[in-house]
């Protein structure tokens, strides 16, 4: 077992089972945006690996770019309060908007991203998420492509981060307990 696996207590979502989702989730995007004007935002850092994946999947022209926020301090429950740390520098009234994201819980994030970029009127406005907590839900948020329900308890991997470790998994794990309790 690699050093970066020590504290995995088990594979919740293989290399596998994901590419073969995002693949999915990619033929769809590429059929429902084919006469539209799609540019694809990645929430950083956590998105970084499902963006990579997902837009060499599409079949249909895509421009991207990135933002920035912070709800979560270093512990696995989400602060509640979110900050954009980096934010679009272009209009976006010409484009048809996908947020990509890692995971949805608690929604304060994509809640507060919908919020301030709906002030610059996008043309359309849509949420891909790859794992989605819906037990978790406080805000009024649903993702429009979400690859994978999941239980509530902590994962890492693929993007997905505890302290900002654990994102360079291939794959989605389960964190051992005592690691943050
Ligand atoms: P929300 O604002 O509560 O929906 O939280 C969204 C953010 O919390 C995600 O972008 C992740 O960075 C982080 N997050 C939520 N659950 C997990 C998890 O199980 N593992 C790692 N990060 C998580
Ligand atoms: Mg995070």
Redesign the pocket.
């Known amino acids: 077992m690699h050093e970066l696996e020590r504290n995995i207590d088990h594979v919740l979502l293989s290399e596998e089972q994901i590419q073969k989702r995002v693949r999915e989730l990619a033929e769809q995007i590429s059929k429902d945006y084919a006469d539209k004007q799609l540019l694809l935002v990645g ?1 950083l850092k ?1 998105s970084m690996p499902f963006m990579a994946d997902l837009m060499r999947y599409l079949t249909i022209n895509a421009k991207i770019d990135f933002m920035s926020v912070s ?2 301090g270093n512990g ?1 429950v ?1 602060s509640g309060q ?1 900050r954009i740390i980096l934010d679009l520098n272009k209009p976006i009234e010409n484009y048809d908007l996908l947020i990509v ?10 809640a507060y991203i919908r919020e301030w970029l709906s002030i610059r009127k996008p043309r359309s406005f849509k949420i891909a998420t790859l794992l989605d ?1 819906p037990e ?1 839900r406080k805000a009024d948020i649903a993702a429009d492509y979400s690859g994978f329900e999941i239980p509530d ?4 991997g693929y993007g ?3 302290a900002e470790d654990y994102r360079n998994l291939p794959y989605i794990g389960i964190l051992k307990r005592e690691v943050y309790e």
């Open positions: 929430i956590g709800s979560y696995t989400s979110v994201e890692d995971i949805l819980d608690s929604g304060a994030t994509l907590k978790r308890g902590f994962v890492v997905l981060d505890y």
